[in-house]
Antibody, heavy 119, light 107 residues
Framework: EVELLESGGGLVQRGGSLRLSCAAS????????MSWVRQAPGKGLEWVSS????????YYTDSVKGRFSISRDNSKNTLYVQMNRLRAEDSAVYYC????????????WGQGTVVTVSS | DIQMTQSPSSVSASVGDRVTITCRAS??????LAWYQQKPGKAPKLLIF???NLHSGVPSRFSGSGSGTEFTLTIASLQPEDFATYYC?????????FGQGTKLEIK
């Protein structure tokens, strides 16, 4: 069964750091781009970042550029995002997502992990 | 950057109704458009990819159409489990972007 499992969320002070992880199983992880999508409380979905299968290309939404760093360990089937200089507006449920079945849409999502930045 | 605009933001409908949601892209995105359904407290689920392709396991009452800048999601005959929030998303180019969502409520 294809599965994504996020971890690492929690409560952090403004200006602090947090690293989220996403463990993948049930598909050939290294073959697929991976992404982070977030959802602030009561708000819509926001794409945050993506990384190519080999890990040599990364993309970010403007609001996190220079603060967040996406990476992956294909030997461990795990995706990461290092989040630094956190702001109140970064508080959200963070989902990892990928597209092993469709190649152009997020057909697999994790259950999400909650990040709360206190001010 | 490509902006995605959905309409309406919310809609009230009854079981058995036909509902259409529209998504407009600020630039041409060919058919690089997906539709998702999200229920409270749950991760989104993919319904439609490449504008008009039904994802595996999704009921056939869902359909998508359009290309370029204008797209629609149609639910042919609403079922009780369809009341949720729906999002479109463009995958034509980075930064990817979602529409603001359409909340489908029971009338």
């Amino acid at each position: 069964e294809v599965e994504l499992l996020e971890s690492g969320g929690g409560l952090v002070q403004r200006g602090g750091s947090l690293r989220l992880s996403c463990a993948a199983s049930g598909f050939t992880f290294r073959n697929y781009a991976m992404s982070w999508v977030r959802q602030a409380p009561g708000k819509g979905l926001e794409w945050v970042s993506s990384i190519s299968g080999p890990g040599d290309s990364t993309y970010y939404t403007d609001s996190v550029k220079g603060r967040f760093s996406i990476s992956r360990d294909n030997s461990k089937n795990t995706l990461y995002v290092q989040m630094n200089r956190l702001r109140a507006e970064d508080s959200a449920v963070y989902y990892c997502a990928t597209d092993p079945m469709t190649a152009d849409a997020f057909d697999i999502w994790g259950q999400g992990t909650v990040v709360t930045v206190s001010s | 950057d490509i902006q995605m605009t959905q309409s309406p933001s919310s809609v009230s409908a009854s079981v058995g109704d036909r509902v259409t949601i529209t998504c407009r892209a600020s630039q041409h995105i060919s058919s690089w458009l997906a539709w998702y359904q999200q229920k409270p407290g749950k991760a989104p689920k993919l319904l439609i990819f490449a504008a008009s392709n039904l994802h595996s396991g999704v009921p056939s009452r869902f359909s998508g159409s359009g290309s370029g800048t204008e797209f629609t999601l149609t639910i042919a005959s609403l079922q009780p489990e369809d009341f949720a929030t729906y999002y479109c998303q463009q995958a034509n180019s980075f930064p990817y972007s979602f529409g603001q969502g359409t909340k489908l409520e029971i009338k």
